[in-house]
């Protein structure tokens, strides 16, 4: 605000803030104000005006125009705000600021800024843990129709065996139910299986397993990172394996599991990591240890007759 339009009152509090007589008519209040203004500046030396630590931020606001024009309006600009506008004085942060109402306005504006930034890193931060989150929940959602299946199967070979074993009465349908049920019971499943070890949120539903070294000799990998899996040609393959490893009925070469754990040793290494694109265009080390694996399943595993 300047001088020249501030109240008889507020002239008055500036004289006694100046040291001032604060008698008189509004016009003889600015002309002491100014001659003091005055008197103060010509007080400042060269060398004491040299020696003023003050860092000075000056700013106008301009209207679009070739540079110098806009440049000296500027000047002008701020010549006047210096000598008509009220200076107000406002500690921001650790520094103190000296400007009109429209300056204190930008005081301390690279420290919001530095404030906002490293808030909205850390929000970022945030969301890339949440997309984590939400593609580990997308692939447990996309491995429950499965799960449903198998469990159903389990169900109906429970009612099946009943009829066998009790009843005496089960059809040839009854007892090709038991053989798929029994499939699934000694088969590997290594998206659900993970899950058992990752169960903290459903307790009610699951005993959370500990034994991490059993399911790695199952699978190969770590749970969390089976349940990163979205690749159902890497999850049929660790599926086979633990299935074979974990049967009475099958049981596997030295030359099956040597070639397993080639397809694993590579598949950690492609790309960046676990890169499950190997069926994908040009054929790579991974993709020939995929095809090996799965051609040798029907000749490097037999079946085991069991006696009762």
Known sequence: MSLNSASLKVLREKCIEEGLDSNGKKKVLLKRLETKLKSVHEALTPESQNHVECEVLLAAKSVVGDDEHMKSEAKISLSRALEEDQLYIEPVNSDLFVANSRGLRFAGLPARVS???????????????LKAESASLQGRVTSLPGSLHAYRLLRNRFISTYKRDKLASATQADRRIIGDGNAWAHGGDALVDAMLY???????YFVMLRDFSVFETLYAFHPQTVLRMRHQETIDVLNTHAGVLASNNETGSHRFYSLFAQFVRLFKQSGKGYDEGYLDGISTDVTNAYLAFVNCINTEVRRVEVSD
Not at 115 to 129: F, G, R, V
């Open 198 to 204: 990752t169960a903290r949120d459903d307790p009610q």
């Open 115 to 129: 404030t906002q930034e490293n808030k909205i890193s850390s929000l970022n931060d945030e969301l890339a843990k």
